[in-house]
């Protein structure tokens, strides 16, 4: 691992708890093998481009990494009807990632949704090099899993893999689609791919409770959460 430069941000509002603060610390690096990272996110780091990141908040714990148990995991009823509705319908496809106009689009739309939604913050329109510098160029080589229906794409989803699991980055999809309940088939899809490849663990990312758009992460059980006080993943739900 290259790190270039490593910081921590001064306080300021909390992008997951608006009533809060957060601090983060940074590394940025330049290279990195997905063992390294693997190490990083047992300790509660995560990753987007080449930042990694975790919180470091003063008095506030409520940002939990949660993974879930790829061998122990159990479908509820609604996961299972999902997975019968889109098996067949929804065509998975994975490759390098790419930025192309159709991807930009997609990824507007999703935002300019969750911006009424979830009272995301309003954005400008996604450029071709800002989405390059967010999920195309990576420190170690990442998949990008595009799903279709008939040729037309309606979700696109960023992977890591590393040697205990897979990471699932980011994800965004067509709000048309929604019945289609793309942001959970994207976790089945993962948790499938992790049990084919024989890994352990599909990680995903920061469960925090009271924040809408990350409560949904605890429903994918047995899972475990990061202990930040001993350091040890512990069992969750």
Not at 33 to 57: D, I, K, Q, S, V
Request: aromatic share 14%; with cysteine; hydrophobic share 35%.
């Amino acid at each position: 691992m290259h790190t270039l430069f490593t910081f921590t941000s001064p306080p300021g509002p909390c992008g997951y708890l608006p009533d809060r603060d957060w601090r983060l610390r940074y590394d940025i690096v330049r290279d990195l093998t997905p063992a390294e990272y693997g190490e990083r996110m047992r300790h509660g780091w995560r990753r987007f481009g080449h930042a990694l990141f975790r919180p470091e908040c003063d008095g506030c714990r409520a940002c939990l990494p949660l993974r879930v148990d790829v061998a122990k995991f159990t479908p509820g009823r609604t996961m299972k009807r999902l997975a019968k509705e889109n098996a067949g319908a929804v065509t998975l496809h994975i490759g390098k990632p790419s930025v192309t106009d159709e991807k930009l689009d997609l990824y507007d739309k999703f935002h300019a949704f969750q911006v009424d939604f979830k009272d995301w913050p309003e954005r400008g329109p996604e450029t071709a090099d800002a989405y390059a510098d967010s999920f195309v160029d990576n420190p170690f080589a990442v998949e990008e899993w595009c799903y279709s229906v008939e040729d037309r794409l309606i979700g696109v989803g960023y992977v890591d893999v590393v040697p205990h699991g897979l990471s699932l980055i980011y994800f965004y999809y067509d709000p048309a689609e929604r019945d289609r309940s793309p942001g959970t088939w994207n976790v089945l899809c993962g948790l499938a791919e992790a049990a084919r490849r024989r890994l352990p663990h599909v990680y995903l990312g920061y469960f925090v409770s009271g924040c809408r758009s990350l409560e949904y992460k605890a429903r994918f059980t047995p899972n475990e959460v990061l202990d930040w006080a001993s350091g040890e993943w512990v069992p969750f739900r």
